[in-house]
């Protein structure tokens, strides 16, 4: 496992701490993030095994449209175009070799567009199982440390890891960011609801594994995405908070369980279903609440909505 910048930037963290989500947190108490990008991706025409994070570069406009899109709706903090932007997944499109190039770029664009809001720099799976031989820890390390950070250089204040499965892969790219970047560090797992009524990733870790690892590993910011609809991530978070009672949590809920009719996925949960949950999962200890596949600025301007007028006083 090769340090990349670890010194210098251990160095760094003695004399600059920054903290910007956790510090907003404590005035605005509940912060909104933003909703899907690949559901805006698509509605723009991108294409089943199209890259994604081309569009950085080739179709920058539309990928700034987007952020500027949620920034409108209210949202305190936006992510990049950027989540397969690791160069293992990026290989798969003959693209490994410009991954600092296309994640710098999608932290530019989200940058332009949040002004003085958040940017979260996005860096999802590799795809890769470790389990099996398919890549090394030492290769995940570097693979995350290299994409963390170029989102630092492009102008995230954040890394968000998400959608992640495997454990163990999370955990490390948990400290590649940790390591390489000056930034605070939130890392979401995807959790699936059992027979019984538990929920657990696809490799069997429940939210309160996941909490108890991810926070010792060093992660600022924990919770949960994809896979549910927002009615199911309240459990989530309730477990979470009940294993750390302090550790501020963030829910990016899809919207709704996707549908499967006539070839094409849609997600049925309209932005007032969803903004119906809203006050569940914050009384359940969530403190950022977003969305994830199928969601819309709409649905955020409703989520904002409520959140706006909402009584903490109770």
Same mark, same amino acid.
């Given at each position: !496992?090769?340090?990349?910048?670890?010194?210098?930037?251990?160095?760094?963290?003695?004399?600059?701490?920054?903290?910007?989500?956790?510090?907003?947190?404590?005035?605005?108490?509940?912060?909104?993030?933003?909703?899907?990008? %690949?559901?805006?991706?698509?509605?723009?025409?991108?294409?089943?095994? #199209? /890259?994604?994070?081309?569009?950085?570069?080739?179709?920058?406009?539309?990928?700034?449209?987007?952020?500027?899109?949620?920034?409108?709706?209210?949202?305190? !903090?936006?992510?990049?175009?950027?989540?397969?932007?690791?160069?293992? @997944?990026?290989?798969?499109?003959?693209?490994?070799?410009?991954?600092?190039?296309?994640?710098?770029?999608?932290?530019?664009?989200?940058?332009?567009?949040?002004?003085?809001?958040?940017?979260?720099?996005?860096?999802?799976? @590799?795809?890769? !199982?470790?389990?099996?031989?398919?890549?090394?820890?030492? #290769?995940?390390?570097?693979?995350?440390?290299?994409?963390?950070?170029?989102? #630092?250089?492009?102008?995230?204040?954040?890394?968000?890891?998400?959608?992640?499965?495997?454990?163990?892969?999370?955990?490390?790219?948990?400290?590649?960011?940790?390591?390489?970047?000056?930034?605070?560090?939130? /890392?979401?797992?995807?959790?699936?609801?059992?027979?019984?009524?538990?929920?657990?990733?696809?490799?069997?870790?429940?939210?309160?594994?996941?909490?108890?690892?991810?926070?010792?590993?060093?992660?600022?910011?924990?919770?949960?995405?994809?896979?549910?609809?927002?009615?199911?991530?309240?459990?989530?978070?309730?477990?979470?908070?009940?294993?750390?009672?302090?550790?501020?949590?963030?829910?990016?809920?899809?919207?709704?369980?996707?549908?499967?009719?006539?070839?094409?996925?849609?997600?049925?949960?309209?932005?007032?279903?969803?903004?119906?949950?809203?006050?569940?999962?914050?009384?359940? %200890?969530?403190?950022?609440?977003?969305?994830? /596949?199928?969601?819309?600025?709409?649905?955020?301007?409703?989520?904002?909505?409520?959140?706006?007028?909402?009584?903490?006083?109770?």
């Amino acid at each position: !496992m090769q340090p990349h910048r670890t010194e210098s930037i251990a160095k760094l963290k003695e004399s600059i701490v920054i903290n910007k989500i956790t510090q907003l947190l404590k005035t605005k108490k509940i912060l909104v993030s933003d909703g899907a990008w %690949g559901t805006c991706l698509m509605a723009k025409g991108l294409r089943a095994g #199209e /890259c994604p994070e081309l569009w950085n570069i080739e179709r920058r406009s539309d990928v700034l449209d987007i952020a500027q899109s949620y920034i409108n709706a209210g949202s305190d !903090m936006i992510e990049t175009n950027s989540f397969g932007g690791n160069s293992i @997944t990026l290989k798969g499109f003959g693209l490994d070799r410009r991954a600092e190039e296309l994640n710098i770029a999608a932290a530019e664009i989200s940058r332009e567009a949040a002004g003085d809001s958040i940017v979260l720099g996005s860096i999802g799976p @590799t795809g890769k !199982m470790l389990i099996t031989g398919d890549i090394t820890k030492d #290769e995940i390390y570097d693979v995350f440390s290299a994409q963390a950070a170029a989102l #630092e250089k492009g102008g995230a204040d954040a890394i968000i890891i998400e959608t992640m499965s495997d454990i163990e892969e999370a955990a490390l790219a948990v400290k590649a960011a940790k390591d390489n970047t000056t930034l605070e560090i939130i /890392c979401t797992m995807g959790f699936d609801i059992s027979a019984g009524g538990s929920y657990h990733t696809m490799m069997g870790v429940t939210p309160a594994d996941f909490t108890n690892i991810i926070v010792d590993s060093g992660a600022d910011i924990i919770g949960a995405n994809c896979g549910n609809g927002i009615d199911d991530m309240t459990p989530i978070a309730k477990e979470i908070r009940r294993t750390s009672k302090n550790i501020p949590i963030l829910i990016h809920a899809n919207a709704g369980k996707p549908e499967y009719e006539n070839g094409a996925i849609s997600f049925p949960d309209s932005p007032s279903k969803m903004a119906s949950a809203v006050v569940a999962l914050i009384k359940a %200890g969530t403190n950022i609440v977003g969305g994830c /596949c199928g969601t819309t600025p709409e649905h955020i301007v409703a989520i904002k909505n409520i959140i706006s007028d909402y009584d903490f006083t109770q």
